[in-house]
């Protein structure tokens, strides 16, 4: 299997075949309709790279925001495990339920 670069070289080589002035016109149009099918490859293999690279930076963000999260939830059960000190009364103060006259 050609590697991106092979194609690439390979339509430069034929890119500078078709400008030569002595090539036939039955030359020039099948060095034309080569062209046209590697660059429609090419093409397709750049779309397919671009997606490759969306996807794993998109995987990345998630990775992201994921640790995030985790860290907010660490930092929120870190928070709720601590009893929360209610001293609104003193033993003296306490409220019987009888009133004292």
């Given amino acids: 299997m050609?590697?991106?670069e092979d194609n690439l070289q390979r339509l430069e080589e034929l890119t500078s075949a078709i400008k030569?002035?002595?090539?036939s016109l039955e030359d020039a149009l099948k060095t034309f309709e080569e062209g046209i099918t590697l660059a429609k490859k090419m093409e397709k293999d750049i779309d397919d790279m671009e997606s490759k690279i969306q996807i794993l930076m998109n995987a990345q963000d998630l990775e992201v925001e994921d640790?995030?999260?985790e860290k907010k939830d660490k930092k929120t059960a870190k928070k709720s495990?601590?009893?929360?000190?209610?001293?609104?009364?003193?033993?003296?103060?306490?409220?019987?339920g009888t009133r004292n006259s």
């Fill in 67 to 69: 640790d995030k999260a």
């Fill in 20 to 23: 030569q002035s002595d090539i």
């Fill in 81 to 96: 495990s601590v009893e929360p000190a209610l001293d609104l009364f003193t033993p003296s103060e306490e409220v019987t």
């Fill in 2 to 4: 050609k590697t991106f």
